[in-house]
């Protein structure tokens, strides 16, 4: 517990002043947020929410794989999700390289060969981002009139871009 001494600390004070008990799992706001793992991203800050407002999920790059398609159903069918979001971003190092390049980059720096699985690099990103919402469309198992945006974030200047 020596390693995580701080994020206990921390979650103390955070403790302190909790006033977020009455909130449920439902989306208040019938949002859901796909995006990406990067630090400088407050999903909930960047479209004016607060928590419990909307579902997040998060993985390298904002894509829309198996298991966020498996999450959104749920949070579609019984979390009050109505309307999508997939937001990437811009400066985003999955959007900078080569599937190959992440591969020989994490290798260099760790000897870990990571060839086994798919990294999901976008040489385009905008149609990265049109290919996962259409994915999102299509796919079947989601509540009936769902609504999806996509969107990238600007990192220099935290404007969203609308794409679709």
């Known amino acids: 517990m020596e390693n995580f001494a701080d994020l206990l600390n921390a979650n103390k004070e955070f403790a302190q ?25 407050d999903p909930l800050h960047i479209v004016g929410m607060e928590s419990g407002d909307a579902k997040i999920l998060r993985n390298a790059g904002a894509r829309v794989t198996e298991d966020v398609l498996r999450t959104l159903v749920l949070a579609t069918h019984l979390l009050n ?47 990265a981002l049109l290919g996962d919402i259409t994915r999102i469309e299509a796919y079947p198992l989601l509540a009936k009139g769902i609504k999806v945006m996509g969107a990238i974030y600007d990192t220099k200047t935290g404007l969203l871009e609308p794409i679709n």
């Open 17 to 41: 002043s909790f006033k977020a008990q009455e909130l449920t799992g439902q989306a208040k706001k019938g949002l859901a947020i796909v995006t990406c793992m990067d630090s400088r991203i």
């Open 81 to 127: 999700v109505s309307r999508i979001l997939v937001m990437p971003h811009t400066d985003c190092r999955m959007a900078s390289g080569e599937e190959h390049e992440v591969h020989a980059a994490i290798m260099e720096k760790s000897g870990v060969d990571t060839r086994g699985i798919e990294i999901r690099t976008v040489k385009d990103q905008r149609a």
